[in-house]
């Protein structure tokens, strides 16, 4: 609430009240540098507010001890790193470190846990493969897998499906939906791609400049007026043919301007 958050002497976000709904999953969207990322890393406790306060059912996030925030909170950043020749069996128990205290003793609990994080996220048959041996979407659902191994309510990621492909992109958003259907799991995610944050989210935030513009279901927040506001973009809202949902069709000033396509019947052939 009344949320102020910044880097050195600049503030990204000012003043700012948002509510995240419980066992939804959540997209928070916006153009670059609008405080997208800085609004997770508040979230999950990296940024200390200047001003206001992030309440986790209704305490001050960061008054809460560091062990009971990872035991209920678990995130993964927009470029994680591991340790180079993990492997995936490795990095995943990793997400077990909040619950085993300082002497870090593996019981079976953590191997249960560790096993169904794999086959949530359909990673148990890597599990003996190096991470860095693997492909895009591969190496992203065994983070999300490490992140799962924690057991959290919340799970909090910035922009993942960053540098995947299309076909991984929909893999990692697909998983993800699944995990909150499946667990309940409140997932919030910065994602750029606005067709995908209005089909995969239940509640969307949009952000201009560190404030909120609109916030609610994809049907009230993703409109011509909306994107406009926020990606200086002149789009065509529809309705995406599979979903229902929003669909952003951009207008271009050169399709506006151009001559009329050819018909396949007007188009030159070579050697005539």
Not at 35 to 60: E, Q
Not at 84 to 111: A, K, M, N
């Amino acid at each position: 609430m009344g949320l102020t958050v910044g880097y050195q002497s600049r503030d990204i976000i000012a003043g700012l009240d948002v509510q995240v709904p419980t066992g939804l999953v959540t997209a928070i969207v916006g153009a670059n540098a609008c405080g997208k990322s800085t609004l997770l890393r508040a979230l999950a406790r990296l940024l200390k507010p200047r001003a206001g306060t992030v309440l986790l059912d209704g305490h001050d996030l960061h008054r809460l001890p560091s062990g009971e925030v990872a035991k209920v909170l678990g995130l993964l950043p927009q470029s994680p790193v591991a340790p180079e020749g993990i492997t995936v069996s490795d990095l995943v128990s990793r997400g077990r470190y909040p619950r085993q205290g300082w002497v870090r003793r593996r019981s079976s609990t953590d191997d249960e846990a560790v096993a169904a994080a794999l086959i949530a996220t359909d990673t148990l048959d890597l599990a003996d493969e190096h991470l860095d041996e693997l492909s895009g979407g591969q190496r992203q659902r065994v983070w999300i897998a490490m992140a799962l191994a924690q057991e959290t309510d919340i799970l909090l990621l910035d922009e993942p499906t960053t540098f995947l492909d299309l076909a991984h992109q929909i893999e990692v958003l697909d998983l993800l939906c699944e995990l909150n259907r499946n667990r309940g799991t409140t997932v919030v995610l910065v994602l750029h791609e606005l067709n995908q944050a209005a089909r995969f989210a239940d509640h969307l935030i949009a952000m201009k400049d560190g404030r909120i513009v609109a916030q609610g279901p994809a049907s009230e927040v993703i409109t011509q007026e909306v994107v406009e506001d926020v990606f200086g973009l002149r789009a065509h809202v529809g309705l995406d043919p599979v979903s229902g949902t929003p669909m952003v069709v951009p207008v271009s000033r050169h399709l506006s301007t151009a001559r009329p396509r050819m018909t396949d019947a007007e188009l030159p052939i070579a050697g005539r």
